[in-house]
């Protein structure tokens, strides 16, 4: 007996993937960032450690609302056009059904074939065929507004504790090479592991993100020591 063939695609994992990648980053380059310009601004070993904390709870609470306000009006925005199609099935039933055909046709069936493939794909379920492949809408690719929230709330607080960390166990002397330090190894790991289970270049995708992270902390290390000297 033949068996199945599967095969593993990674578009399921966009939607998390996007959010986990987002808020995790966001999570190290404003943590460290913020860190790194209070250290050189001369505050206290402390003062640091509050900053961070603080960043980390606001940060967190700030990815949170973002995301879910964003993914939430794509989530309305597809409802509505559902609901729109609903009407159209019901009070158009056969303009809906060359609709879908003529999608087909375009596709490169053949009129005749692509009547047929409406007709069987409206009998089984018209909202489902007519969202997948006249709205664009699938089950994997449609917004969840409430995961993507938390995704990125929880990834950020773990992307900011590991500067945090840093923070705690580290003297304030060495405290802006070291939180540089790993939080771009943490940045340039983050970036070659997403880009590898998206199926892109690791390398590509570490570097990417490290360049950024580490002109963030820069700018930020010149703002402290400016203000710290001028205070």
């Known amino acids: 007996m033949p068996t199945r063939h599967k095969e593993r695609h990674r578009t399921d994992s966009i939607g998390w993937l996007r959010a986990a990648v987002l808020g995790a980053n966001d ?8 860190i790194i310009g209070v250290a050189a601004a001369n505050a206290t070993h402390d003062s640091v450690m509050v ?3 603080a ?34 099935l019901a009070t158009d039933s056969k303009g809906e059904h060359r609709e879908l055909a003529a999608i087909y046709t375009s596709r490169g069936l053949d009129p005749e074939l692509a009547k047929q493939v ?13 969202a997948r492949d006249e709205l664009g809408i699938s089950e994997v690719m449609r917004a969840r507004p409430v995961q993507a929230a938390l995704y990125s709330a929880a990834s950020f607080a773990v992307g900011a504790a ?4 840093a923070v705690v166990l580290v003297p304030g002397a060495a405290l802006i090479p070291v939180v540089s330090a790993t939080s771009l190894v943490f940045l340039a790991i983050l970036g070659g592991v997403a880009a590898r289970v998206g199926g892109a270049s690791a390398v590509k995708g570490a ?17 402290g020591n400016f203000f710290g000297v001028a205070a």
């Open 162 to 165: 590991m500067p945090l960390l």
């Open 118 to 130: 409406a007709e069987q794909l409206m009998a089984h379920d018209a909202l489902g065929a007519h």
């Open 55 to 88: 960043g980390l709870v606001a940060g967190a609470m700030s990815m949170a609302a973002g995301e879910y306000v964003s993914v939430r009006s794509q989530s309305d925005s597809e409802q509505a056009a559902l609901e729109m199609e609903r009407r159209e």
């Open 51 to 53: 900053a961070g904390v």
């Open 207 to 223: 570097m990417r993100v490290t360049f950024w992270g580490a002109l963030a902390m820069a700018l930020t290390a010149v703002v």
């Open 27 to 34: 999570g190290i380059v404003s943590t460290a960032s913020l």
